[in-house]
């Protein structure tokens, strides 16, 4: 099953720079590339199911982790090459020190991460005195917390119940608590409940929750050509998605556990950038569509919440050069 973004910001600061490189792998070495549950990463299976990442001249192990704290603290530490992972994670990596770089977009969560409510509560205003579980430190906390503060409230307001997400959905249908922040398909778990309605989504915020492929900076700096084959593979592959998707969502849902129509219900909710959309996101602008913009907005919320003591440093962490040199 499903178990993206199991982590804790806090938590990913403890491995940050325990592991220094003491070597620089030449171009023919093999690339680690991780990836945890979240259907913007799941075009990776397929790439390596259909070959492509031999067909770009680029030898790539494909590590899938069920826990996505494990893969975050995997990049930080060196042990993976490169992995799948969204913007604020990235950036609480930076805060502690993290040298990362992201090259590619893979998609923005686009209501595919929720705040669930019980029968009773009608917005997030209602959640003022009330339970709700959620995983600390992940995204769908980041939700949380967005959406509070749009409501004039606070976590202070509510009695924060902290759960991984797998079961703060299961205590949300067992009525323990009175909502839950969860992303699918945790999301469909949690509206088993009845009478139970989504009060907040990440389609309310627009570009909040991007999600992408992250290096070390000294990958992206030592080995540009494989980087670029990496990325390369990407869009190779999203080709490939668009005229077999029948195959490709079997491929993709096997990988999550899922069944092929469960898989279909989160299309909407996972919006894949194409390389139009991956440039324009790279290109600096002042609108929530822009990555400089909203990791700006994302680590000023980060440390206005305390989810991290040090504003990370937005310096060296966009590199568009991969996506501009895609030819299609």
Not at 20 to 36: E, F
């Amino acid at each position: 099953m499903f178990s993206r973004r199991i982590s804790r910001f806090s938590a990913v600061l403890v491995l940050l720079c325990a592991t220094a490189c003491t070597s620089t792998p030449t171009s023919t070495d093999k690339i680690t590339l991780g990836l945890s549950a979240w259907p913007g990463w799941f075009p990776w299976q397929v790439a390596h199911e259909q070959g492509f990442f031999r067909s770009n001249n680029v030898d790539v192990e494909l590590k899938y982790f069920d826990s996505y704290t494990d893969s975050l603290n995997a990049l930080s530490s060196g042990a993976i090459d490169a992995n799948s992972q969204t913007l604020n994670d990235t950036l609480a990596s930076v805060s502690g020190g993290a040298q990362q770089t992201i090259i590619l977009v893979n998609d923005n969560s686009t209501g595919n991460d929720q705040v669930i409510a019980r029968e009773g509560i009608s917005g997030v205003a209602d959640l003022k005195g009330k339970k709700v579980a959620v995983e600390q430190g992940t995204v769908d906390h980041y939700l949380l917390l967005l959406a509070l503060t749009e409501a004039g409230l606070s976590q202070k307001d509510i009695e924060l119940v902290p759960l991984a997400t797998d079961a703060a959905a299961a205590a949300f249908v067992a009525g323990k608590v009175d909502a839950v922040g969860a992303f699918a398909p945790f999301t469909t778990t949690a509206l088993q409940r009845p009478g139970s309605r989504a009060i907040a989504t990440s389609a309310e915020f627009p570009g909040a929750i991007p999600d992408h492929l992250v290096v070390s900076g000294e990958f992206a700096k030592n080995r540009p050509e494989a980087a670029q084959a990496l990325v390369n593979t990407w869009f190779d592959t999203l080709d490939w998605i668009k005229q077999n998707n029948g195959q490709a969502i079997e491929i993709m849902a096997k990988r999550g556990g899922v069944s092929t129509d469960d898989y279909r219900t989160y299309d909407a909710g996972t919006t894949i950038f194409t390389l139009r959309q991956n440039i324009d996101a790279f290109t600096p602008g002042v609108t929530p569509t822009h990555l400089n913009h909203q990791a700006g907005r994302i680590a000023d919320f980060m440390v206005s919440t305390g989810l991290t003591q040090k504003r990370p440093s937005l310096d060296g962490l966009f590199d568009d050069r991969f996506v501009k040199a895609v030819r299609r």
